[in-house]
């Protein structure tokens, strides 16, 4: 069964310092692997996915995420924080096993910005 | 391109009522996904719904049930509302089924569900 973890359930940043959100995985198959982020009272926007053509993910915003089998993980990273980005963030990982839109979300790690 | 479209953004109902939620999904997206997200538990999939097939189910009580009509718009129904159904109801839409790399979900804005 697929699953993912999201190693920080909340994440402080100054404006300007790089941003790192920490996720492992745990996947049978070769996974599908996503984040998402929610600003409050928002849906969930999509904002990478890996896709197996490259273990480096750009997405949008400045946001990039790297795959690394070895360690089952896939962080996500910016190189400077916006105050813009202050957000929730999901780790999410699609459920293979069932062939359908389930997907599978991490608790989201909560990203605070201060200026 | 117009965007999923959920109706109505917020909904307070009473214990024992019944709700109907809609969802319009992205134009030429024929799979619909709900999910419901509570402080508790985070986003647990509800169910999928595609070309007006349900294809999967989550763990969840029968009194939730949905469906989807022939031009992809989506309703879920809850049955017999219990506090413990206050939550964001987050709908989703695809192109195709599956919700992988090659079919990523775009969720709407959410219907905001408060039981009293």
């Known amino acids: 069964a697929q699953s993912v973890t999201q190693l920080d359930s909340h994440v402080s940043v100054s404006e300007g310092t790089p941003v790192l959100l920490r996720c492992n995985y745990s996947?049978?198959?070769?996974?599908?692997l996503f984040w998402y982020v929610q600003h409050p009272n928002k849906g969930l926007q999509l904002l990478l996915k890996?896709?197996?053509?490259?273990?480096l993910v750009k997405g949008i915003n400045g946001f990039e995420a790297e795959f690394k089998k070895s360690e089952t993980s896939f962080h996500l990273t910016k190189p400077s924080a916006h105050m813009s980005d202050a957000a929730e963030y999901f780790c999410?990982?699609?459920?293979?096993?069932?062939?359908?839109?389930?997907?599978?979300f991490g608790q989201g790690t909560t990203l605070q910005v201060k200026p | 391109k117009a965007g999923v479209t959920q109706t109505p953004r917020y909904l307070i109902k009473t214990r024992g009522q019944q709700v109907t939620l809609s969802c319009s999904p992205i134009?030429?997206?024929?799979?619909v996904s709900w999910y419901q997200q509570t402080p508790g538990q985070g986003l647990q999939f509800l169910f999928e719904?595609?070309?007006?097939?349900?294809?999967n189910k989550g763990n969840f009580p029968g009194r939730f049930s949905g469906r989807q009509f022939s031009n992809s718009r989506s309703e879920m129904n809850v049955s017999t509302l219990e506090l413990g159904d206050s939550a964001l109801y987050l709908c989703?839409?695809?192109?195709?089924?599956?919700?992988?790399?090659?079919?990523?979900?775009?969720f709407g804005n959410g219907t905001r569900l408060t039981v009293t």
């Open positions: 989703a839409s695809s192109s195709l089924t599956g919700g992988g790399y090659n079919s990523p979900l775009h």
């Open positions: 996947s049978s198959y070769s996974p599908s």
């Open positions: 890996y896709t197996s053509a490259a273990t």
């Open positions: 999410v990982v699609s459920d293979h096993s069932s062939n359908t839109g389930k997907l599978i």
């Open positions: 134009s030429g997206h024929r799979s």
């Open positions: 719904y595609f070309s007006e097939t349900q294809r």
